[in-house]
């Protein structure tokens, strides 16, 4: 395992440093920048049965359900019909009712997490169209799903996983342009995307430049018992996401929570004392995003502030730090932030001491119910 580490001291720096290449692979002969074009095998036969589809379910676990939710508002505009986001072990305690005419996502880094692999066998039962997004080749959910897309992502070692949610979003992306193909409104967006998804390894490089901004924050937050992540849109992916990071690798409570429904009682715990991390990046929801920050401010909390490259001079005054993200899409907008995360958990896990590859109390693959 050592020579595997590379230079890296923990495969989780590793893995995290490894994001320009794993998502290049998860685009590797599937995407043809020059043409546009774009064919994913695993799922070319059953295009037409998805788009026909009366909904689509995704349906996963921990890091693999907020890929989900980061994609979601993406698939509702290529595909212009109702699409849900559950949680495995939610989903089969309430075994929901399930149709032939369904689609349903299994997204899974190992393959054989036991409530995911559960609610596919439940889903088959149902005759409903089984698409597995999987990393690891030869897994029970790659092996019992109807078709699907794997990551390529190389194997995850880390238990807390890092690359496999930055190639699930760019894997969900490519299947969602893909349904989007007959949707002439989508069209445009479409090539937007494609250009970034181009761009995107070398934006990853950007962020992860920014490895020694973001060790500043760390040891900031290193100290603290508590940290609140607020975003919305796909930011709101984000900060659940980041928070999963900060409870495995920091051992500190981290919550994160949509910046809409912060005034619904969230509110009661901002002061100066507390701190927050506060995603604002320059979206479709921004104006409303801004409004929350300077809400958050009022109230005399001065959050760490992510933001897009051109936005510090707008939003510090109502943060004691701002980190600016390259630009990148809105679709593909929690690549950036999350890598962001990532490695914030990383370094105020090790500031902390902690076993950041082998977090207590956690398993790579949670093969029981
Ligand atoms: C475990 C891992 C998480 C992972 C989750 C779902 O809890 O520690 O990092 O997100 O399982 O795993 P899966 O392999 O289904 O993506």
Redesign the pocket.
């Given at each position: 395992h050592d020579i595997m580490k590379g230079d890296y001291g923990t495969f989780m720096q590793k893995e995290i440093f490894e994001q320009p290449e794993s998502v290049f692979n998860t685009m590797r002969g599937r995407l043809d920048f020059e043409t546009e074009s774009l064919r994913l095998g695993g799922i070319q036969a059953n295009v037409v049965a998805i788009r026909r589809a009366k909904r689509i379910l995704f349906i996963?676990?921990?890091?693999?359900h907020h890929s989900a939710l980061a994609v979601r508002a993406l698939f509702e505009e290529a595909w212009e019909k109702p699409v849900f986001v559950e949680i495995a072990s939610d989903f089969i305690d309430r075994k929901p009712p399930i149709f032939r005419d369904d689609v349903c996502v299994f997204?899974?880094?190992?393959?054989?997490?036991a409530d995911?692999l559960n609610a596919l066998r439940y889903c088959k039962d149902h005759d409903a169209l089984c698409i597995g997004v999987v990393n690891a080749v030869g897994s029970c959910i790659a092996r019992e799903t109807h078709c699907g897309v794997h990551l390529n992502a190389g194997p995850e070692i880390s238990?807390?996983?890092t690359k496999?949610f930055t190639s699930q979003v760019v894997a969900l992306t490519m299947i969602a342009l893909l349904v989007g193909q007959s949707l002439a409104l989508f069209q445009d967006r479409s090539r937007a995307i494609i250009k970034d998804l181009h761009m995107l390894p070398d934006i990853i490089r950007k962020v992860l430049a920014m490895n020694e901004q973001i060790l500043t924050i760390a040891k900031e937050c290193s100290k603290q018992q508590s940290i609140l992540l607020l975003g919305r849109g796909g930011q709101y992916a984000a900060v659940l996401e980041g928070a999963l990071k900060i409870k495995e690798l920091a051992y500190i409570h981290a919550e994160g929570i949509h910046a809409g429904d912060v005034k619904y009682g969230p509110m009661a715990l901002v002061n100066q004392a507390r701190c927050i991390i506060f995603l604002a990046l320059r979206d479709s929801h921004f104006n409303r995003t801004k409004a929350a920050l300077a809400q958050i401010a009022d109230c005399g909390a001065k959050p760490v502030v992510l933001c897009s490259i051109g936005d510090r001079a707008e939003l510090s005054p109502f943060a004691s730090s701002v980190l600016e993200l390259p630009i990148v899409d809105e679709a593909l907008q929690s690549v950036t932030s999350v890598i962001a995360l990532q490695l914030l958990a990383f370094h105020i896990g090790v500031l902390r001491d902690n076993a950041v590859d082998t977090p207590r109390n956690?398993?790579?693959?949670?093969t029981v119910e």
């Open positions: 996963a676990c921990g890091t693999s997204i899974s880094q190992s393959g054989e997490t995911t238990v807390a996983s496999a956690l398993a790579k693959s949670v």
